[in-house]
């Protein structure tokens, strides 16, 4: 071992408190990369082998009904390569036990005995069996959420009469990753769970024997999709066609993507921020480091080395990154292991598999080296030069200047310190403040997922859809049922809707949705604009949710085209009257008499919003159960925690995570910084001492610099915080729902709690050095 | 016979360097009288550091009796010493040590700041030659005005004893006389007992006294009748 080595390893002992923190600040930014990136790198890997094993559909597309010879025919339209019609209605389930109404869609082949598209994997008992009616495959997130399993029994209204199902497995299917119900915005695992039975029961319940009312496909790689749907379209037009999409329609498959796309954003945006930032930090560290270890530099050079300096320094920043990295990879997938597990409630497919891209460990010890190395060499050369007999003189006095003579001239000598201190050398009070300023927007970056999720609630569930409940009926009923749904125990208020679905147009861009009829007689499901003001839909035209109008590229004014596909299938074009702040969903709203007469009907009603009586709750949810007519009841509580508990929760495991980290990489940060400031002020704080000033008023002097930087830094950390937010919210928009740039008060208040405390906590150890400061050792030091 | 204001009896100090003991002190006896202007010179490592530590209230002895008047230097405790520096000594560095955001006068009126009666941050600049720089920064003065700023702010509480550790070391000969001068003046003009420590033997010319140190102990003391003017020394 060289003598260089030697004192390379002596070094790195003396400064071992350092070190480590500075490795582990490292460590946290490499650890939450890794963790985050391959969390969402299995996922879409689980996703994508689910999706082929399974052979998920690629379109679909629903009917009134169809003779089975028109499958037939749809599987000679070109790039089809394989066609299962389908029988599938929604329907009343009833659980034992359940006081919510609960709704089931039960799906039966129309053909053939097992599905060979959207194949089901069984997750418990077994599959059906065709010589048993009366039995049942059901989904595994229903059954869980039920307490259901092989062996019990449910029942289900089926067309007005009850029928018994013995549940014989669970199962998973690619199309019901995630299961809405019908008129939900997001899963309800509870209240809405996939059927498969056995087509003799379904045909024969709903007199549907030979015909099929639902239909996917798979068709052949680099086949020209629109002109499927648009052929299929077209072939089922005569028969009560609703929708033929392909998989972007696809509920399930659009939440997943939307969760995934979250993920992916998430992982894309916070993790590589948490790199840069400790990157930053150990760059700015490893230079300061070298940088009090100028006569060293110095005296090696007199003797004679040269490059060794450099390659000097280069190592003992390796012996810090290269832990730092190393820990930081080891983890990261741990934690990408943990995280992965975490999501298997989330994201029910039957194997998630980990999956760890060679890039990132690659890409992050590639940044975390180049940062380090780069601030140590940095450092080197500035030293290096000098001649060696300049270096080995002490530095000049760095130089200031009197510009904050005339302000301070009657201030205390431990201001003039502070503030020359700080505003004659702005790199160095530039340096401090940025790695104090970094810290707060890092907290706030955990922190504010839980402000926006509660903002959503209370804009969504208390500001716009304020009714307790909403009943939606099998088909529109005529307006006097309106009437009946008042009598229903419990209920205090009800209003009418009329929900028709909906295509809308724009030029080439189209999205399918639902069309609300709404009145400015409301109360119970208001618009809002951007303001929170309410916003009353026009007797002559259209309100969309803003990201709706986005994404049709329609600003006000412009002409909408409408294909009603309900009624008469009318059609119609509508200008764009306004956008309405709707963050859960992308909908379109009109006066309510207008949509009545574009479908040619007579004040009908689809659903009805209900105001209740808390205490009576659980007689109308039995009443609502008992009433053949009504279809499904949606819940506002149940909204609001499957808000929660969805999407909801996956945001809200990684945040925590973030959280966590940004507190380390927070705390790492400030302590560093104000410690290396400590180091390099050692000199001036001994004279202090030596000068007769008791440590508590060296501390005064010192900390009074430090409380300045921290007073300074917190708002300007916090003001970055709110942008740096503002500008991850934009990367977050998915069509289920958004992600507002609300902060609470409290998270601004924390983060900077967060910043302050760790400020104090590393002072604390810096007072306790000044404190215990050996005086002749400090003056032998330097000379 | 002006009255003693330090006395040491059998001082020892020893340092433990690693698993060996250095002995830096080795039963040290010294008096220094009220007013005396001393020079203690000595090769590297005879121990003139050390002494002029403990006496400075810097670092404390590991054996024997040191005091400054009634203060007893080796059993004071941190604050004790503390008090003791901030009331009664002044020091000046080879490297000067002000505090590079402050100018002139400012550095000065650090020590005025927490001293009870200290003089006019002017006039100890004055004192040294300095009255027309009192705002400048440290970084806009030479080698020289540097350390005289150093010696203006030892002298502005009115220190009873200056410490000076080689405060010409770092200077040229001129410049350094000039230093030597201004020390010449405060220990006349206030009678501040001085002690300078340094390897440069001419300096020992403007001494009252002028101890030779060798392994810890005092070896040989010299007594001049007649001090040098410091404008005649040359080194």
């Known amino acids: ?108 082949l129309a053909a053939g005995d097992e599905p060979q598209i959207n194949r089901l994997h069984i997750v418990s008992g077994r599959g059906l069996d065709p010589a048993i009616p009366a039995e049942t495959l059901v989904t595994q997130a229903f059954a869980e959420a039920n307490r259901l399993g092989p062996g019990d029994r449910v029942s289900a209204l089926l067309n007005g009469r009850r029928q018994s199902f013995r549940i014989v497995g669970t199962v998973l299917s690619p199309e019901y990753v995630f299961s809405t119900g019908p008129g939900e915005p997001l899963p309800d695992d509870k209240r809405f769970g996939v059927f498969y039975v056995s087509r003799e029961v379904l045909a024969h319940a709903f007199a549907m024997e030979g015909v099929f009312n639902d239909v996917v496909l798979l068709v052949a790689p680099g086949a020209n999709m629109p002109a499927i749907l648009a052929s299929l379209d077209a072939l089922l037009d005569r028969w009560g066609g609703m929708l033929a999409h392909d998989r972007s329609l696809q509920l399930s498959h659009r939440f997943l993507q939307d969760e995934l796309r979250q993920q992916g954003t998430m992982a894309a945006t916070i993790p590589p921020i948490f790199l840069l930032i400790s990157a930053f930090l150990l760059h700015v560290v490893m230079g300061r480091l070298v940088a009090t270890q100028r006569e060293q530099i110095a005296a090696l050079k007199a003797l004679g080395y040269d490059h060794e300096i450099t390659l000097h320094f280069a190592k003992f920043a390796a012996l810090i990154v290269l832990p730092g990295v190393a820990l930081g990879v080891a983890a990261g997938v741990a934690l990408g292991h943990v995280m992965l597990f975490s999501y298997r ?188 003001d309410v916003v009353v839909a026009p007797k002559d035209g259209l309100l969309l949710s803003r990201r709706l109008a986005e994404r049709l590229r329609l600003r006000t004014g412009d002409p909408v085209e409408l294909d009603i596909l309900d009624g008469h299938r009318n059609r119609a074009v509508v200008p764009l009257a306004g956008v309405v702040n709707d963050l859960i969903g992308l909908s379109a709203y009109m006066d309510r008499e207008s949509l009545n007469r574009l479908l040619q009907e007579d004040q009908t009603v689809s659903a009805v919003a209900v105001r209740l009586d808390a205490s009576k709750a659980d007689a109308f949810y039995a009443a609502a159960k008992q009433t053949p007519k009504i279809s499904t009841v949606s819940l506002k509580e149940r909204s609001i925690r499957n808000f929660r508990d969805s999407t909801g929760a996956v945001v809200l495991l990684l945040a925590g995570i973030y959280t966590a980290f ?39 002097i010192f900390f009074s610099e430090i409380v300045a930087e921290v007073c300074l830094a917190i708002p300007l950390g916090l003001v970055a915080g709110y942008f740096l937010v503002r500008l991850l919210v934009l990367a977050f928009q998915t069509e289920t729902f958004e992600i507002p740039a609300a902060i609470a008060p409290r998270s601004y208040f924390w983060a900077a709690s967060l910043v302050a405390g760790a400020a104090f906590a590393s002072a604390a150890v810096m007072g306790r050095k000044l404190w215990r400061m050996d005086l002749v050792s400090v003056l032998k030091g330097r000379e | 016979m002006p009255p003693i204001v ?16 250095v002995a830096a002190l080795q039963g040290l006896d010294l008096d220094i009288f009220e007013g005396e202007f001393i020079v203690i010179l000595g090769p590297s490592g005879s121990g003139k550091s050390t002494l002029l530590n403990i006496l400075g209230g810097l670092d404390s002895a590991s054996s024997g009796d040191a005091a400054w008047r009634d203060h007893n230097l080796v059993e004071a405790s941190d604050e004790e010493l503390t008090r003791y520096r901030r009331e009664h000594v002044g ?25 009870e009666q200290p003089m006019r941050p002017e006039d100890a600049l004055a004192k040294v030659g300095l009255s027309a720089r009192l705002d400048h920064f440290p970084s806009q003065l030479s080698g020289g005005e540097q350390q005289r700023v150093a010696i203006a702010r030892a002298i502005a509480k009115r220190p009873d004893v200056l410490l000076c550790d080689e405060p010409t070391g770092a200077l040229d000969c001129r410049t350094g006389v000039g230093v030597l001068s201004a020390l010449d003046e405060v220990n006349r003009s206030f009678g501040t007992t001085t002690v300078v420590i340094t390897h440069n033997a001419a300096i020992g010319a403007m001494a009252d006294r002028v101890m030779y140190m060798a392994d810890g102990r005092i070896a040989r003391i010299e007594s001049h009748s007649e001090r040098a003017r410091p404008e005649d020394i040359r080194w």
């Open chain 1, 1 to 108: 071992m060289t003598a260089l080595d030697r004192k390379l390893l002596r070094d790195w002992r003396r400064l071992a408190g350092q070190a480590i923190t500075i490795a582990l600040v490292l460590a946290s930014g490499v650890a939450v990369f890794i963790s985050s990136l391959s969390a969402y790198q299995s996922l879409v890997t689980s996703q994508r082998n689910y999706y082929r094993e399974s052979r998920f559909a690629d379109a679909f597309a629903s009917l009134k009904r169809a003779p089975l010879s028109v499958a037939a025919r749809i599987a000679e339209i070109p790039g089809v390569i394989q066609v299962e019609p389908r029988l599938v209605q929604d329907v009343t389930i009833g659980v034992e036990g359940a006081s919510l109404p609960v709704s089931g869609r039960m799906i039966a």
């Open chain 1, 345 to 532: 409630p989330f994201f029910r497919f039957p194997e998630l598999d980990y999956d760890l891209a060679a890039w990132a460990p690659i890409a992050a010890t590639a940044i975390a080296l180049f940062a380090g190395l780069g601030g140590a060499t940095g450092a080197v050369r500035s030293v290096a030069r000098l001649r060696p007999a300049e270096a080995m003189r002490p530095a000049t006095p760095p130089a200031y200047t009197a510009r904050f003579s005339a302000i301070l001239s009657q201030a205390p000598s431990r201001w003039k310190i502070a503030a020359r201190g700080a505003g004659d050398h702005p790199l160095r009070t530039g340096v401090t403040l940025l790695g104090l300023v970094v810290a707060a927007p890092l907290v706030l970056m955990g922190l504010f997922w839980t402000d926006a999720l509660d903002y959503v609630v209370d804009v969504q569930f208390a500001a716009s859809e304020r009714a307790d409940a909403v009943v939606q009926f099998v088909e529109p009923l005529p307006a006097r049922v309106v009437q009946e749904v008042r009598r229903m125990p419990g209920v205090l208020l009800v209003e009418p809707l009329r929900i028709a679905p909906v295509r809308l147009r724009s030029g080439h861009l189209e999205y399918q949705t639902s069309l609300t009829g709404s009145s400015d007689r409301l109360q119970l499901r208001r618009l809002l604009d951007d303001a929170l």
């Open chain 1, 662 to 700: 940004s507190i380390t990489i927070a705390i790492g940060v400030v302590y560093n910084n104000l410690r290396i400031g400590f180091q390099e002020r050692a000199l001036e704080l001994a004279m202090l001492r030596i000068l007769g000033f008791t440590p508590y008023e060296t501390a005064r």
């Open chain 2, 6 to 21: 330090f006395s040491s009896r059998n001082l020892n100090k020893t340092y433990r360097v690693g698993s060996v003991n």
């Open chain 2, 91 to 115: 020091f000046v560095f080879q490297f000067y040590n002000l505090i590079p955001s402050l100018t002139a006068r400012e550095n000065v009126e650090l020590v005025t700041e927490i001293s």
